[in-house]
């Protein structure tokens, strides 16, 4: 079945700069790519997600980068807040599946 | 839209005693519910897939018996905690899909259990 990697498990950037989220997906079946954003105690919320057909896809200071060959996909926020401070976990969903598989999380603190 | 609600928030209950959650998907059909568990500072651990009106499909190392998941209409499932213990003290989340968003899930505000 899929597997899903997620790294790092913490990050700490500086208010402004930018953060990377890296994961890694084990099924090539594999065909939707969703970005969950939690804060504590709440639901996640989906930030972004990228389809196996799309190499890369952007939201104002969001995006998320595709490589199918490597399998992995990545998350990237540019000109970080305080308020981007929560966990962020990537997904995958096989195709035809219905599960979706979520990596271990990063926890990413964004010093003021 | 696509909003999933979650009742109740949060419940402490004493060990041996059952504990019903419900998951409603408020403006949209729901084809495909699903229940999760979290634990602090951990991922979601998937413990069962429901389809309205069949047997809901559990995750290995998930007891049917203990976690009982009836989804009776399309905009609502429940899980049952049964006999409750306090290693089964857990944040629990229900997510549901539609058809219009195969793909997508959306996460209902999830329900702490505290079983003393």
């Known amino acids: 079945g899929e597997n899903v990697e997620q790294h790092p498990s913490t990050l700490s950037v500086q208010e402004g700069d930018s953060a990377v989220i890296k994961c890694t997906y084990s099924d090539s079946a594999s065909n939707y790519f969703p970005w969950y954003k939690q804060e504590l105690g709440k639901r996640p919320q989906l930030i972004i997600d990228?389809?196996?057909?799309?190499g890369e896809k952007k939201d104002q200071r969001i995006a998320v980068t595709l490589n199918k060959t490597a399998k992995h996909f990545s998350l990237h926020i540019t000109e970080t807040q305080p308020e981007d401070s929560a966990v962020y976990f990537c997904a995958a969903t096989p195709g035809g599946g219905f599960k979706t598989i979520f990596g271990a999380g990063t926890r990413l603190f964004v010093k003021a | 839209g696509a909003v999933v609600s979650q009742h109740p928030s949060w419940v402490i209950c004493k060990s041996g005693t059952s504990v019903k959650i419900e998951c409603r998907s408020l403006?949209?059909?729901?084809?495909?519910m699903f229940w999760y568990r979290q634990f602090p500072k951990q991922s979601l651990m998937l413990m069962a897939t429901?389809?309205?009106?069949?047997?809901?499909?559990?995750e290995q190392g998930v007891e049917k018996d203990k976690f009982l998941i009836n989804h009776a209409s399309l905009t609502l499932s429940t899980l049952t905690v049964t006999s409750a213990h306090p290693e089964d003290s857990s944040f629990y989340i229900c997510?549901?899909?539609?058809?219009?968003?195969?793909?997508?899930?959306?996460f209902g505000p999830g329900t702490r259990l505290t079983v003393l």
């Open positions: 429901s389809n309205e009106g069949s047997k809901a499909t559990y």
């Open positions: 403006d949209f059909q729901a084809t495909t």
């Open positions: 990228i389809r196996s057909n799309v």
């Open positions: 997510s549901a899909r539609f058809s219009g968003k195969a793909d997508t899930q959306y």
